[in-house]
């Protein structure tokens, strides 16, 4: 059984930065981070591989968000950078047995209870 428990989200003002954390039980091969706005549907914002460290990120957060992982503490972290009013939402971890980089939400099979991010203009 795999479990998720992400931290890290808060109140922070355009411009500024947060870190998202989330620590996984169980056997995964596959981490992502997603987001759900207000009255838009989930999407994806970034992966990573357990094993080989790859990365892969949406569009919209390349050169502001990294994500990176701790092997031995089962953590995967988020960090948001340059942060702009568009990137409110509540952010999912979500893990998949898979071992590529997907972006697809059906495409993994846990998830996080969110943990909701507001940036104020």
């Known amino acids: 059984q795999v479990q998720l428990v992400e931290s890290g989200g808060g109140l922070v003002q355009a411009g500024g930065s947060l870190k998202l954390s989330c620590v996984a039980s169980?056997?995964?091969?596959?981490m992502g981070w997603f987001r759900q706005a207000p009255g838009k549907e989930r999407e994806f914002v970034a992966a990573?591989?357990?094993?080989?460290?790859?990365?892969r990120y949406a569009d919209s957060v390349k050169d502001r968000f990294t994500i990176s992982r701790d092997n031995a503490k089962r953590t995967v972290d988020l960090q948001l950078n340059s942060l702009k009013s568009e990137d409110t939402a509540v952010y999912y971890c979500?893990?998949?047995?898979?071992?590529?980089?997907?972006?697809?939400?059906?495409?993994?099979?846990?998830w996080g209870q969110g943990t909701q991010v507001t940036v104020s203009a």
């Open positions: 169980g056997r995964t091969y596959t």
């Open positions: 990573i591989s357990w094993s080989s460290g790859s990365t």
């Open positions: 979500a893990a998949g047995t898979g071992s590529v980089l997907v972006t697809t939400r059906t495409s993994y099979n846990y």
